[in-house]
């Protein structure tokens, strides 16, 4: 494949947009089947520079091509492209091994060869882990996911992660039918419900019983070394103290999973809506302060300076859950006194969480102006992000600020605000843009690197991912998405090799680049929300 031609590694549906682009080159391009028929032809146009990548990218549009088959892009003087299909169904495995992703993070239970395949594994973490600052109290801390390429568990992103593969059940019931082969498949309760209650159940284990508020996390001191499978590491756990970000985004999640899991399993519901309560009246009785790592702690610090946005997604959780006006107090004096805040998705700017919450709400005392407004705002960031896309090369919402570590989470943070736009205001702008996150995902951008284990002609190989280092198995855990570029240089070898390159290009697909190359759930998550858009 030449490397100045860009194209989707999977490929495109039938009737969506296809664009390929080429680095450098303009002039015609061909479509043709790998037996060398050629099936399409067109002109290479809409030359862009592309600040991101620091080159100039012209485009490719074969939209019109929508025969299923097996395909490449030829360029005169250049050859060809990696193949791709187009086909109904290109983003279905991939859909899958997103969410499988979450199974192969599990802490705390044997990863069964009939489910795990070569990366299998005993289980790990058992141990109850010592709450920091009280040298006689211990407490179970079992199960949940592994946060990242560490195997630390941390309430804030855990909660992330949970928000969006949740929002994706409620949005896209439909593409959650097929079984994901885990211990729970066949149980009559669709998989991605499965999994998403084993992080639930441990995120119940991480609230205080006495008061109610939320440790922020459970790690060892430190990071484990880069080979050391979880079974091994047997390191003292510790429970940070509670925090304020963590206990507000513990009461929304158990908000959200209590409305979610209602006619699945009452029982649980009513379990999720108690321990959300007890979260909500520690929040309220506490002031807003910023979590830091203690002193002799040095794993992820998930800090946060502004933590009213995790009140705000709170109380419309609860509003959306229980329509009980309290709540709605809460969230309309929040709104009064800091004005609209912004769509964002992050891990840290939960806000959008709120307004999604607030938006979907069919509460009777819903303020019906409120919701117009926050609807208002949520459509013109989205025109915004679509705007942004067309002065892109690859047709992306990513700004040059935006490489920043996790730059995948944050494509595909927007392109989620772009799905739910979608579903405010049916414009298919909005799709089309969004579909180009994916593609981006799929080996469509300046790399041609796909950013997902598994996947696509130039597959991620060396994620920064502990289990995958220590395994001996060649084949990294699938479904795993990179954190991508970034252009911040923050890591050693980061420094070391990618020194002036343009930020889209600050990417190294090796083990040691824990600030381009790590995988984490709540990168995970968002992608499985925008591919259940398109299976
Ligand atoms: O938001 C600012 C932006 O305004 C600024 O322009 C830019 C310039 O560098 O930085 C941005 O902040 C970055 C922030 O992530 C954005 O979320 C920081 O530089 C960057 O250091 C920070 O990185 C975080 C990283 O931990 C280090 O703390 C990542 O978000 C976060 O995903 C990552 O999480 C780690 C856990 O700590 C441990 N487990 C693995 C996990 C994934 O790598
Ligand atoms: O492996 C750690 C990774 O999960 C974190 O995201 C990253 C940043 O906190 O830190 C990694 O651990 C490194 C540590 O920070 C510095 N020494 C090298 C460790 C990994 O090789
Ligand atoms: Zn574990």
């Known amino acids: 494949m030449h490397e100045w031609i860009h194209i989707d590694q999977l490929g495109y549906r039938p009737g969506d947009r296809k664009y390929c682009f080429v680095t450098n080159q303009g002039g015609s391009f061909e479509v043709a089947t790998l037996t060398g028929q050629v099936v399409f032809t067109g002109e290479l146009d809409h030359a862009t520079n592309d600040t991101p ?50 199974y192969y993070q599990r802490c705390g239970m044997d990863l069964e060869p009939e489910f795990a395949g070569p990366w299998a594994h005993k289980a790990c973490h058992l141990n109850h882990g010592l709450v920091h ?12 996911w592994h946060d990242a390429g560490d195997y630390g568990k941390y309430v804030v992103p855990g909660a992330k992660a949970i928000a969006d593969l949740l929002l994706a059940y409620e949005f896209y019931p439909n593409a959650f039918q097929t079984p994901l082969h885990i211990p729970e498949s066949g149980n009559g309760i669709p998989d991605v419900l499965n999994e998403v209650r084993y992080e639930l159940e441990w995120m119940l284990r991480m609230q205080d019983p006495v008061n109610g508020g939320v440790f922020h996390k459970l790690t060892t001191h430190r990071f484990p070394g880069l080979a050391v499978m979880p079974e091994e590491d047997d390191a003292p756990l510790v429970f940070s103290p509670i925090s304020y970000t963590a206990t507000g985004t513990f009461v929304a999640s158990m908000a959200m999973a209590a409305r979610v899991y209602e006619p699945v399993d009452h029982d649980f519901a009513a379990t999720c809506l108690a321990a959300a309560n007890r979260a909500w009246t520690w929040l309220c009785s506490h002031p807003e302060t910023q979590f830091h790592n203690p002193p002799d702690v040095f794993t992820g610090e998930y800090g946060d300076r502004q933590c009213w946005d995790e009140l705000y997604w709170a109380s419309a959780e609860m509003f959306r859950t229980t329509g009980d006006n309290p709540y709605q107090e809460v969230f309309l004096n929040l709104l009064a006194e800091k004005g609209l805040p912004p769509a964002s998705l992050g891990w840290a700017n939960v806000a959008g969480y709120g307004t999604i919450a607030y938006l ?3 509460a009777e005392a819903v303020d019906r102006n409120t919701q117009a407004r926050l609807r208002a705002r949520w459509l013109s960031e989205a025109e915004d992000l679509a705007e942004r896309s067309r002065t892109d090369g690859y047709q992306v919402t990513l700004t040059v600020e935006d490489y920043i570590w996790g730059s995948t989470m944050v494509l595909c943070n927007q392109a989620m605000q772009l799905l739910i736009a979608y579903r405010l205001d049916s414009n298919p702008a909005f799709v089309d843009v969004a579909a180009q996150s994916l593609h981006y995902l799929a080996g469509c951008n300046p790399l ?46 980061a420094k070391a090799e990618l020194g002036g390159r343009p930020p889209a290009k600050c990417f190294l697909d090796h083990q040691d680049s824990y600030s381009t190359n790590e995988i984490a759930i709540y990168w995970n998550s968002p992608a499985v929300f925008v591919a259940s858009h398109f299976i």
Do not use: W
């Not at 001996?472 to 890591?491: A, F, I, R, T």
């Open 448 to 493: 041609n690197q796909c950013y997902v284990t598994g996947f696509g002609t130039k597959p991620l190989m060396h994620p920064h991912h502990r289990p995958s280092i220590g395994d001996g198995v060649e084949q990294p855990v699938p479904g795993m998405v990179s954190g991508g570029p970034n252009k911040g240089l923050q890591d050693a070898i």
């Open 133 to 144: 600052g009280e040298p006689a109290r211990s407490l179970p801390s079992h199960g949940g």
């Open 53 to 102: 990548s620091g080159e100039l990218v012209f485009r490719g549009d074969f939209s019109a091509l929508r025969e299923d088959g097996t395909y490449v892009v030829r360029v005169p003087g250049l050859g060809q492209s990696a193949s791709f299909s187009i086909s109904r169904s290109v983003f279905h495995d991939l859909h899958l091994a997103l969410q499988k992703c979450f």
């Open 360 to 362: 979907m709400t069919t």
